[in-house]
């Protein structure tokens, strides 16, 4: 059969007329059946192809646009039933539809060498150009290169589009990111912070950092995420409500560039642990199509937003890999109605991004000639913004310190937020350092929980745990921990100079 050609992909150059009688007569004549009819069909696919973790994906013209579709997802069975209705005007069985597909994978999978190609989610490349998929019917991608960025027209790079994913606006040349500062509330050091986060969200791969907007009911914590989210990964759904498991978290990552959260009050650990492993990239296993013995890996790595009214990073792996907002309430006049707000958006947001393009052509042109002073804990993502700060109104080193003063006050926060990092920093005030049994621990830590009418109820044989989970939160606010299990197993705690 001609699905077997070497040059897979590559349609002939037929009519749609003269296919439709080439099936009907070698059907006639009992040469080929249904399901070898729709292997025929497949062929008006301009390419089929394979990702690294073996899925096999075809780009066909789907919905007005080329797009690319995996083959085991109801989109490709949408278009070969559409295409077979096209050419015979009438529908086909499902199962029959399912046969046809399951042949076709199997036959591109055993009887050709698909090339194998990189599938990206809205940004591809590297530290010398990167592709933005505008996520158009017309495939527009803008490249942007060491001190300039252009407009590439219909081109043929494999980007994956989730059915949620909206298209960005062509840039216009013309201005630059301060005509943002008319739409967001953050100012000094938290615009500089707001923006850093946008083209973090450009980066061409992880570690992202993860933001925290924060503020009190009024202050337009959603609002600024959905800011973030038309400046870098329109979808339908700009903010969400948080999943329930971490499955969902994954699925959600797989189908979008950044993830926006709305309205978080609690994290348990399990869920901020997922958010950390994301943020950093990582991978879910599940079983593929609920089967018991294929898996199917999920790969995420993305940019986060969290938006709530309580303190979110009361963990310290959270503290550390986030920038920490906090909104003022908007009030009286300065309060828009929605449509105003984004009709006005809407009319500069080609503006804003070109001037979001023009500071990441800017940090390609530096980054490779560009070192830090220091090793920070997020370097990447502090290199990147660096390699453009006197752009942001900064003076050399000016952002890494903005930038180290927030993830301290994150700490200082996550401090708060934990009732034993308070009863040590309290006690240690007055006693300087502590050292022995985990027993003597916590009956002295007892004492000063009950002198400042905090509640503590924590085990001796529970406390090392504790502590291990909290020792992070301690060290950035000048407390060392130690624990030695020779002999008696001494904890020790103690103020640092710094302190």
Same mark, same amino acid.
């Given at each position: 059969m001609s699905i077997n050609k070497k040059s897979i992909g590559k349609v002939k150059k037929k009519s749609q007329t003269s296919q439709k009688e080439y099936i009907e007569d070698r059907m006639e004549q009992k040469e080929i059946n249904v399901t070898q009819a729709l292997l025929e069909i497949a062929q008006k696919a301009e390419e089929f192809y394979q990702t690294h973790d073996g899925e096999i994906y075809a780009t066909v013209l789907f919905e007005g646009g080329f797009q690319d579709i995996n083959i085991d997802s109801k989109n490709f069975s949408d278009w070969i039933r559409g295409s077979w209705y096209q050419l015979f005007n009438k529908d086909l069985n499902k199962n029959v539809i399912d046969e046809g597909i399951n042949t076709l994978r199997a036959t591109l999978?055993?009887?050709? @060498?698909?090339?194998?190609?990189?599938?990206?989610?809205?940004? =591809?490349?590297?530290?010398?150009?990167?592709?933005?998929?505008? $996520?158009?019917?017309?495939?527009?991608? !803008?490249?942007?290169?060491?001190?300039?960025?252009?407009?590439?027209?219909?081109?043929?790079?494999? *980007?994956?589009? %989730?059915?949620?994913?909206?298209?960005?606006?062509?840039? !216009?040349?013309?201005?630059?990111?301060?005509?943002?500062? +008319? #739409?967001?509330? $953050? @100012?000094?050091?938290?615009?500089?912070?707001? !923006? =850093?986060?946008?083209? %973090?969200?450009?980066?061409?791969?992880?570690? *992202?950092?993860?933001?925290?907007?924060?503020?009190?009911?009024?202050?337009g914590k959603s609002l600024h995420s959905r800011i973030i989210k038309r400046l870098t990964d329109p979808t339908r759904n700009e903010v969400m409500t948080f999943p329930r498991n971490e499955r969902e978290i994954y699925i959600v990552a797989n189908k979008s560039r950044v993830l926006a959260f709305d309205n978080i009050s609690e994290l348990n650990n399990n869920l901020a642990d997922t958010l950390c492993k994301i943020a950093t990239g990582s991978s879910f296993v599940a079983k593929k199509n609920y089967t018991?013995? &294929?898996?199917?890996?999920?790969?995420? $790595?993305?940019?986060?937003?969290?938006?709530?009214?309580?303190?979110?990073?009361?963990?310290?792996?959270? =503290?550390?890999?986030?920038?920490?907002?906090?909104?003022? @309430?908007?009030?009286?006049? +300065?309060?828009?109605?929605?449509?105003?707000?984004?009709?006005?958006?809407?009319?500069?947001?080609? #503006?804003?991004?070109?001037?979001? *393009?023009?500071?990441?052509? &800017?940090?390609?042109?530096?980054?490779?000639?560009?070192?830090?002073?220091?090793?920070?804990?997020?370097?990447?993502?502090?290199?990147?913004?660096?390699? $453009? &700060?006197?752009?942001?109104?900064? +003076?050399? %080193? %000016? *952002?890494?310190?903005? /930038?180290? /003063?927030?993830? @301290?006050?994150?700490?200082?926060?996550?401090?708060?937020?934990?009732?034993? =990092?308070?009863?040590? &920093? +309290?006690?240690?005030?007055?006693?300087?350092s502590f050292k022995g049994t985990a027993t003597t621990l916590v009956k002295e830590l007892k004492k000063q929980a009950f002198k400042e009418n905090i509640e503590f109820d924590i085990k001796p044989n529970k406390i090392k745990d504790q502590l291990s989970r909290i020792e992070a939160i301690l060290n950035a606010n000048g407390i060392e921990y130690n624990y030695d299990r020779q002999k008696e197993r001494i904890h020790q705690l103690w103020l640092t100079a710094q302190k």
């Open positions: 999978r055993f009887n050709n @060498k698909l090339p194998i190609k990189s599938l990206n989610t809205r940004i =591809a490349g590297n530290l010398k150009e990167l592709y933005i998929d505008l $996520c158009n019917k017309q495939r527009d991608v !803008v490249q942007i290169t060491p001190g300039n960025w252009t407009i590439l027209r219909n081109t043929e790079m494999k *980007f994956l589009r %989730g059915k949620s994913m909206q298209e960005l606006p062509i840039p !216009v040349k013309g201005n630059n990111i301060e005509l943002l500062k +008319k #739409y967001v509330t $953050c @100012k000094g050091t938290d615009w500089i912070l707001f !923006v =850093a986060f946008i083209l %973090g969200c450009y980066m061409p791969a992880g570690p *992202f950092p993860i933001l925290i907007i924060q503020g009190l009911q009024g202050s018991d013995s &294929e898996e199917h890996v999920i790969e995420a $790595c993305n940019p986060l937003i969290l938006n709530g009214i309580d303190t979110i990073a009361k963990r310290s792996d959270l =503290a550390d890999r986030s920038i920490i907002i906090n909104l003022p @309430k908007i009030i009286g006049a +300065k309060r828009r109605s929605e449509q105003e707000f984004w009709s006005s958006f809407e009319e500069d947001r080609p #503006y804003i991004l070109a001037g979001i *393009f023009d500071l990441i052509s &800017e940090i390609l042109k530096n980054y490779s000639s560009f070192k830090l002073s220091t090793s920070p804990r997020m370097r990447d993502f502090t290199k990147w913004i660096t390699a $453009c &700060e006197h752009l942001l109104g900064l +003076k050399k %080193g %000016g *952002f890494s310190a903005i /930038y180290s /003063y927030n993830q @301290k006050e994150a700490y200082r926060d996550a401090l708060e937020q934990s009732s034993l =990092a308070t009863v040590i &920093e +309290k006690y240690l005030r007055i006693n300087k």
